[in-house]
């Protein structure tokens, strides 16, 4: 484990995640990185963001997620992204040189997940990267 990538959009699973991973970083000295991607919906318009998972928001996210790291003693990479969130994050680490992604699992139930897919799954489905998922 030479750099951990946190994925984070604020849910309670991922700020589990945020902290497991400051622990983690703080303990073996890795770089860090946190990436929040904000998902874009097509079928409203080109690029649109949901009206409640906008830029803005994802942002606060970063900011919290950057004070989380710093009070650990450690300066994160802030990543803030919009588009599919699960081809970003696998996208960001492999071109950023994150050989660990971190991220929350959270639990959604099976309508929310017929509709949005779990970005979870489709991480650990397709990135070369170690997985960590912290319930």
């Known amino acids: 484990m030479h750099k951990i ?23 073996i000295h890795a770089p860090v990185g946190v990436i929040s991607v904000v998902p874009l919906y097509p079928n409203r318009g080109p690029d649109a963001p949901a009206p409640w998972d906008g830029a803005a928001q994802h ?3 970063l900011e919290e997620a950057g004070r989380v790291f710093r009070a ?50 489709e991480v650990v489905a397709r990135s070369r990267a170690t997985i960590v998922v912290v319930p």
């Open 72 to 121: 650990s003693g450690i300066e994160p990479e802030l990543i803030n992204l919009a588009g599919e969130p699960a081809r970003l994050i696998e996208r960001e680490a492999e071109s950023r040189g994150y050989d660990t992604i971190v991220m929350g699992g959270g639990h959604k139930g099976w309508l929310q997940r017929l509709m949005t897919g779990s970005v979870v799954a």
């Open 5 to 27: 990538l946190v994925a984070y959009h604020g849910g309670e699973a991922a700020r589990r995640a945020l902290y497991s991973a400051a622990q983690l970083a703080r303990a």
């Open 59 to 61: 942002q606060e996210h």
